[in-house]
């Protein structure tokens, strides 16, 4: 079974600060990582993602994650914080060895940046 | 690319009624749509997966009969809500993922329609 854990359901951060919402993984082959994003009553908007390679992966909108095996964590982060950043992120994970097994999601995390 | 549109945003309809949505990929083919249900706050629960020209496959606690999927083309899957009551309420959001690889598209990446707000009075 695979599951994913955002153990923040707020982060509060001032414009200009960095940002970091944190999320933890389980799964029993590798992991195919995600970080979706989604603004009031829309849809999600893919961000970024993780297959293999360079543990740090640059994403859409400046964002960031880096992944950490040993942590089992692909926490996403931003330098600098912008208010129109303030959006619910969502955490999300594929078991590679499942094949195209279905996406797991964490909670949610929602992220108000401040002026 | 990558586009998934949904239709329509929002609808209100009276205990009782169907309401169909359509949920389609725009510049690519997908052989495999996902239909979610969303309640307020709350992350995204998968009710069923589907793949072209085949039945749906639903998770647990789904009733297949209420929620009707029908993915006819690769562009196009619709969810039919029968029969449809005030706990019927909520944010359906598709998905779509594309198959085979090349232009630019990454087929381990869902894409997401910009969902619709159902309101069963």
């Known amino acids: 079974a695979q599951s994913v854990a955002q153990p923040e359901d707020q982060v509060n951060v001032a414009e200009g600060n960095p940002l970091t919402v944190k999320c933890t993984y389980s799964v029993s082959g590798n992991p195919y990582l995600f970080w979706y994003v989604q603004y009031p009553n829309r849809g999600l908007q893919f961000l970024l993602k993780?297959?293999?390679?360079?543990?740090l992966v640059k994403g859409s909108y400046g964002f960031e994650a880096e992944f950490n095996k040993s942590q089992t964590s692909f926490h996403l982060k931003k330098p600098s914080a912008l208010v129109s950043d303030s959006a619910l992120y969502f955490c999300?994970?594929?078991?590679?060895?499942?094949?195209?097994?279905?996406?797991?999601f964490g909670k949610g995390t929602m992220l108000l940046v401040s002026p | 690319g990558a586009v998934v549109s949904q239709h329509p945003s929002r609808v209100i309809c009276k205990s009782g009624t169907s309401v169909k949505i359509e949920c389609r990929s725009l510049d690519f083919q997908a052989t495999t749509m996902f239909w979610y249900r969303q309640f307020p706050k709350q992350s995204l629960m998968l009710m069923a997966t589907?793949?072209?020209?085949?039945?749906?496959?639903?998770e647990q606690g789904v009733e297949k009969d209420k929620f009707l999927i029908n993915h006819a083309s690769l562009t196009l899957s619709t969810l039919t809500v029968t029969s449809a009551h005030p706990e019927d309420s909520s944010f359906y959001i598709c998905s779509a993922r594309w198959g085979t690889s090349g232009g630019g598209l990454r087929t381990d990446t869902q894409y997401f329609g910009p969902g619709t707000r159902l309101t069963v009075l």
């Open positions: 993780y297959i293999t390679g360079d543990n």
């Open positions: 589907s793949n072209e020209g085949s039945k749906a496959t639903y």
């Open positions: 999300a994970v594929r078991d590679m060895q499942a094949g195209y097994s279905t996406l797991t």
